[in-house]
């Protein structure tokens, strides 16, 4: 078994041509998943992978293997079953498309024209299914990263600029944005930490949201995210002047209290009141808790709950995933930088994108994607889900062609 997860007899792939074709191909930014599909190389590639799976579907009928054997083929047999179903389905559906057009030239007479518009309509929903079929195709056939499941801490931070407190209302846009996405997708967002600016703003806030997948969905909004936008108050709103200003998104998978240990000796842990919003409560009390982590210097800091307590958990738990990002990091680097999108999820500096309200624009710049209106977007619902999507299938469809680059390699048919 190949340690990416995939398997496939070494001699089926003809890499000289391979090598040829694909490389130049590779070369075209942002493909989408159909692009994908039509390229002569992945369709030899899933050709192979569909004789594999009539093999080892024969081969377990076979009265001559071994119970180990049996369990192994099984294994694969069960890996590759949805991956085949998924082509030769695409295939039907092209092949019925190829039917449908073929039929829609013979239609050119008045009398045929409403048999002609069916045939057309027919043709629009099979193309729409097609485009879905080959999306799942190739989710199937990337190997699930192992934190995508994970629930994460999710931190923000206004950034700085001479524009006055741009940067800090942006900041509590971006973190209620993030807020109602969890909403939209039915997951629990529990503040741990908010910071507010004095003039209604937002320094810092960091927040625990568990679901289903939510790391696999939040994971490549971590970065440096640009505004511009002409303030609405002050000096710079009458002389209509943009300003530009920037906040940060980070974003950590969750562990598990057995994937980190902490020595209790390595922690300072200090107390303090509460500031910001919370009733009759704050400043009363030194509930607030912050915790360093003397080794590393990593400091967090918890002060939504009224028990210091709790605090004090919440605290521990998001130092945890600050410790565990670590572990990430470190591994990230030593499988080849992981993929280019997550360049953007680690590196502060890196603008990933930007929030242009005076074009009523978004960008985002990994992907060369851009999406019209702000308003919809900082909603937190289909229209962010919508570009969450895009980076999601750009980063599936840069798996494949690593992996199919990767195996040209370890055959012998490197550039």
């Known amino acids: 078994l190949h340690n990416s997860g995939f398997w496939r007899p ?11 074709s694909f490389n130049s191909w590779c070369k075209k930014k942002h493909q989408d998943s159909r692009a994908l599909w039509k390229h002569e190389a992945v369709k030899k590639y899933l ?18 293997i071994s119970d180990f054997e049996q369990r192994t083929l099984k294994r694969r047999c069960a890996d590759l079953s949805p991956i085949a179903a998924a082509f030769q389905e695409i295939k039907e559906a092209e092949r019925e498309v190829r039917e449908l057009e073929a039929m829609c030239r013979e239609l050119d007479s008045r ?3 409403q048999l002609l518009e069916l045939a057309l309509e027919e043709k629009e929903t099979l193309d729409r299914r097609i485009n879905t079929l080959c999306r799942k195709l190739f989710q199937l056939l990337v190997p699930k990263e192992k934190y995508d499941r994970s629930p994460v801490v999710l931190e923000v931070t206004a950034g700085r600029t001479t524009g006055g407190d741009i940067c800090q209302q942006f900041t509590k846009e971006m973190f209620e944005m993030y807020q109602n996405y969890a909403d939209y997708k039915r997951w629990t967002f529990d503040i741990v930490n908010y910071t507010p600016a004095e003039i209604g703003g937002l320094h810092h806030a960091a927040a625990h949201i568990s679901g289903d997948d939510v790391y696999r969905h939040l994971k490549y909004e971590g970065g440096t995210h640009r505004v511009q936008r002409i303030p609405e108050t002050g000096l710079s709103s009458r002389m209509q002047r943009i300003h530009t200003g920037t906040m940060s998104v980070i974003v950590l998978p969750q562990p598990e209290e057995v994937d980190v240990k902490v020595d209790p000796k390595d922690l300072r842990i200090d107390t303090f009141r509460a500031k910001g919003a919370g009733g009759q409560h704050v400043n009363k009390t030194d509930s607030a808790v912050r915790i360093v982590h003397l080794p590393t ?13 709790m605090n004090k958990e919440i605290a521990l738990r ?16 030593q499988e080849q930088s992981a993929r280019k999108l997550q360049l953007g999820t680690r590196a502060q500096s890196e603008r990933i994108r930007t929030y242009n309200f005076t074009q009523d624009r978004v960008t985002d710049h990994r992907i060369s994607y851009d999406a019209r209106n702000i308003k919809e977007i900082l909603s937190g619902k289909e229209a962010l889900d919508k570009l969450i999507s895009r980076l999601l299938e750009f980063s599936e469809i840069e798996a494949v062609t690593e992996y199919l680059e990767n195996l040209q390699t370890l055959e012998g048919g490197g550039c």
């Open 47 to 64: 050709e192979t992978l569909s004789k594999e799976y009539q093999q080892v579907s024969h081969l377990l009928n076979a009265d001559s």
């Open 297 to 309: 210097g990593l400091a967090v800091e918890c002060q939504q709950e009224r028990s210091q307590q």
């Open 318 to 333: 998001t130092l945890r995933a600050k410790l565990y990002q670590q572990v990430i990091e470190k591994q990230l680097s």
């Open 10 to 20: 070494k001699s089926l792939l003809d890499t000289t041509r391979f090598s040829l």
């Open 111 to 113: 009398a045929e024209k």
